[in-house]
């Protein structure tokens, strides 16, 4: 018997478009690490690479994957630049994320 609930999964085709795409993106290890990374955070090209441990080169293409899906925004200051996740839903995504798979919550 289905039963019925104020709340409904995504039903319109651009939301749907976007949350796939957001997800695919995010499925990278390396990506989710320098999501991880960010949080809710601007951190600089630099930092990332000294957090997640590759290099800028390798960094830099997973940045800019992330930033032509609209997932992440970056502004320049001087020689460094620095990226965000631009999209709030994103980071609560994160966060759950983080919460689920690496038990920030330890209440027993």
Known sequence: M???TSET???RDEDID?????????????RLKILCTLGDQEVSVQDIVEH???SQSN??????????KGILT???????????????RTLRLIG????VFCNINTST
């Open 96 to 99: 759950m994320m983080r919460e």
């Open 74 to 88: 970056s502004r320049k200051d001087a020689n460094r630049v620095y990226y965000r996740v631009g999209d709030s």
């Open 18 to 30: 976007r949350a796939s795409r957001s997800l695919k993106a995010m499925s990278h290890p390396l």
């Open 2 to 4: 289905a039963t019925t």
């Open 9 to 11: 999964l995504i039903t």
């Open 52 to 54: 997640v441990g590759t």
């Open 59 to 68: 960094i830099s293409q997973h940045l800019a994957i992330l930033r032509d």
